[in-house]
């Protein structure tokens, strides 16, 4: 998934994860900057473990999940993602293909299976501002389950890893062949990067300027992907193992969840600074071992965006939303809302360049300019006149580099078939 970093948060520090808190309602509570890491282990049981980044707190989730009156638990959990209402999603592999693949994580804690999302050997997923939930599939592809629980397959092939471009289309990794294809939402398929450079790569993610970051397993590295098809190394420290998955945190740190091997003795979440230079945050004592440790086989990660954003109202043909904006106290924001089979994103609408101070913001129709209160929040209310054609509508916030009125980070988009 695409992941916006947080500004001004405090740096954490390895003393802090040893003091894990009761299991409550609130870890499913997220807000601006969490680190969400899937924990593929056997320790505590298939799990996640939100980091709270801002503070230092590990919120660990029940390590038995409970739906329908019973308990379940996946043969490990590989990826998550949270969608447009802000509520996690886990992917798990399921050998025997009996069991949802898809579980969404609800804020009071109850989890729901997902329907239609029931293809084993599961490795990646992200979702799209129209509602749909990819999942990159070792063994079929690249499936695309929509709103209504259909499931499709847009690309045929093995799918390690998946996160979505500035312009819709699908970024896959394929781990055997040792490329990262761009799939269009209409199934085109075509290359992005392949070679020797590439060995193993499974997760991945871009930033706002539609830079590609891949975690490159085979070769124990990060390789940054630009827009122009140029490729560097952007971390090979020797603390990498084996980089499964990787999201952009605070101040444009990557971080890295890395498994391991069998017997490494250290399966660990990174922080790699722009130098390169690998920091652990969360870390096992001892692979295998019962320690006690936060985590036990760290795979897939989500960073919560530093704009994100939750809304209430009612599916209704015009109506009134109530849209909450968390992000930094005082950051001043730029609030979209658009309509449409495929709507313009505002990364589109506004380019990143000094061009950008010659628009007079009050002009522009369907926008709304605000400050994010000192609380973390603004709650907006937009209203949709009553008569309004049926269709989707989309909100989406952006913050402006007051220097430059370049974009400087980017919200989770928010949708619904019809307000």
């Not at 590990?58 to 993602?81: M, N, Y």
């Not at 590295?221 to 998955?245: N, Q, W």
């Not at 440790?293 to 965006?305: I, K, L, R």
């Amino acid at each position: 998934m695409t992941n916006v970093p947080m500004r001004g948060l405090c740096a954490l520090f390895l003393a802090s994860i040893f003091a894990l808190p009761q299991v409550a309602s609130a870890q499913y509570q997220l807000a601006p900057g969490d680190i969400i890491i899937a924990d593929h282990g056997v320790e505590f049981g298939h799990k996640t473990v939100v980091l709270r980044k801002a503070d230092g707190t590990v919120l660990e989730p029940a390590r038995d999940f409970v739906f329908d009156g019973g308990g379940f638990a996946l043969s490990g959990v590989t990826d998550v993602a949270v969608d447009a209402r802000g509520r996690i999603l886990l992917l798990g592999y399921d050998p025997t293909g009996q069991s949802p693949l898809v579980y969404r994580v609800e804020p009071n804690g109850v989890v729901l299976p997902l329907v239609g999302a029931r293809p084993n050997d599961a490795f990646g997923m992200a979702t799209d501002k129209f509602g749909n939930l990819l999942i990159a599939n070792g063994f079929v592809g690249l499936l695309r389950v929509t709103p209504d629980g259909s499931v499709q397959t847009v690309y045929s092939g093995h799918s390690s890893g998946v996160t979505i471009a500035a312009n819709g289309d699908y970024l896959v990794s394929n781990a055997p062949q040792r490329e990262i294809l761009r799939v269009t939402p209409q199934g085109d398929v075509s290359s992005l990067l392949q070679g020797a450079v590439l060995i193993n790569p499974l997760g991945l993610t871009r930033d706002n300027a539609d830079n590609v970051y891949i975690a490159n397993a085979g070769r124990r590295d990060i390789v940054k992907v630009a827009t122009d098809g140029s490729f560097r190394i952007v971390s090979r420290d020797p603390a990498l193992t084996f980089p499964t998955d990787v999201a952009i945190g605070a101040g444009g740190n990557l971080i890295v969840p890395d498994g391991g091997t069998s017997g490494s003795g250290l399966d660990a979440v990174f922080r790699i600074a722009p130098n390169g230079t690998a920091v652990p945050l969360l870390f096992d004592g001892q692979d295998g071992a019962i320690d006690g440790f936060p985590v036990d086989d760290p795979f897939g990660v989500y960073v919560v965006p530093e704009l994100f954003i939750t809304y209430s109202g009612q599916a209704v043909r015009g109506g009134r939303i109530l849209v909450t904006i968390q992000g930094e106290p005082g950051a001043p924001f730029l609030l979209g809302l658009s309509s449409g089979a495929q709507p313009t994103p505002l990364s589109a609408i506004f380019p990143r360049d000094d061009r950008f101070l010659d628009v007079d913001l009050s002009q522009l129709r369907g926008f709304v300019t605000g400050t994010i209160a000192s609380n973390g929040a603004r709650t907006l209310t937009l209203d949709i006149p009553v008569g309004t054609p049926i269709g989707r509508r989309f909100v989406q916030a952006v913050t402006l580099d007051p220097s430059t009125n370049r974009i400087d980070d980017i919200s989770n988009p928010i949708s619904a078939e019809i307000f």
